[in-house]
């Protein structure tokens, strides 16, 4: 169920994974929690697969931190790019869903917030019209990208109003990511009444 979960993304199916998790980690520890302490062998092999999905977890939050250690590096763009890998296959697929408070979903709707928070501010060293044709590609949206990428004034005068769907977008999925978070619905109400 485990190797289902980690296959999960590769089939486009994002949004599963952190409930096929969730589901292993569930049936690992009712198998670990039954089992009489004369069957530590039989244990062994549940408790290592458990911790592998303890680090699957981990690895996550490692590369969130490690875009957010970009970011203060003052690695503006690369922070950004990485911050959309990280968060595009929720924000694109709209798989929001499914809801849950799992430590994945708290995390992803943290992403969420955080990127929102970057497109609101006004970076003096970076410009948001190198990085939004990336984003609308990933849209599927590549015919309005490259207007961006060639420079079009009148199109490059839209990018402040497709940031601002972007930050919509993303504070919105944060609070269905986590319905949980308040920090989300206070976000989310803000943009609304903005």
């Known amino acids: 169920m485990l190797l289902q979960a980690m296959l999960l993304p590769m089939e486009g199916n994002v949004e599963k994974v952190s409930h096929e998790i969730q589901k292993s980690k569930?049936?690992?520890?009712?198998?670990?929690?039954?089992?009489?302490?004369?069957?530590?062998?039989?244990a062994a092999s549940?408790?290592?697969q458990l911790r592998c999905i303890l680090l699957l977890k981990r690895?996550?939050?490692?590369?969130?931190?490690?875009?957010?250690?970009?970011?203060?590096?003052?690695?503006l763009e690369d922070a950004?790019?990485?911050?959309?890998?990280?968060?595009?296959?929720?924000v694109v697929s709209c798989s929001s869903s499914v809801v849950s408070?799992?430590?994945?979903s708290v995390l992803n709707a943290?992403?969420?917030?955080?990127?929102?928070?970057?497109?609101r501010r006004d970076f003096s060293n970076l410009s948001l019209e190198s990085i939004v044709p990336k984003i609308l590609a990933d849209f599927g949206k590549s015919d309005l990208a490259s207007t961006f990428s060639n420079g079009n004034t009148s199109s490059n005068q839209n990018v402040v109003l497709i940031v601002?769907?972007?930050?919509?977008?993303?504070t919105k999925l944060s609070s269905r990511l986590c319905p949980s978070l308040g920090k989300s619905w206070i976000s989310y109400a803000s943009w609304c009444y903005s």
Request: charged content about 20%.
């Open 101 to 104: 408070d799992t430590d994945a």
């Open 46 to 48: 549940y408790a290592t």
């Open 80 to 90: 950004f790019t990485n911050l959309w890998s990280f968060v595009q296959p929720f």
């Open 164 to 170: 601002e769907e972007l930050v919509g977008t993303s």
């Open 59 to 75: 690895l996550g939050s490692l590369k969130y931190e490690g875009i957010l250690l970009m970011h203060a590096e003052n690695r």
């Open 110 to 119: 943290k992403a969420c917030l955080k990127l929102s928070d970057w497109l």
């Open 26 to 42: 569930s049936m690992l520890e009712e198998v670990l929690s039954v089992l009489p302490l004369d069957g530590l062998s039989e």
